[in-house]
Nanobody, 124 residues
């Protein structure tokens, strides 16, 4: 089992920044690929960003490219999402997820473990 705990959400004005963290504990989380997803009220969950087990390969959805950066901590059991130039449309609950294959995944059903989510609200 792997436990994922997100933190760092909050309320920020448009144009501001937030850094989300996801701490993984349990069985060898440093070998897993990690992803961030988000779900806005009344909308489906959507992929935001992902990183493979090594931290060397990343992928982003088009709407956040150039604004968001996903990275892994040195111990590789923590993943971050640095969010800059935030827009009101980025408002959502952000979820961290882990995939045991270690490969970069963009589909939610490929992930094995999920965190409880952290709210990000961007005011205009």
């Amino acid at each position: 089992q792997v436990q994922l705990v997100e933190s760092g959400g909050g309320l920020v004005q448009a144009g501001g920044s937030l850094k989300l963290s996801c701490a993984a504990s349990g069985r060898t989380p440093y070998t897993y690929s990690m992803g961030w997803f988000r779900q806005a009220p009344g909308k489906d969950r959507e992929f935001v960003a992902a990183v493979d087990w090594s931290g060397g390969t990343t992928y982003y959805t088009d709407s956040v490219k150039g604004r968001f950066t996903i990275s892994r901590g040195n111990a590789k059991n923590t993943v971050y999402l640095q969010m800059n130039s935030l827009k009101p449309e980025d408002t959502a609950v952000y979820y961290c997820a882990a995939d045991t294959t270690g490969r970069l995944q963009i589909r939610g059903n490929e992930y094995d473990y999920w965190g409880q989510g952290t709210q990000v609200t961007v005011s205009s």
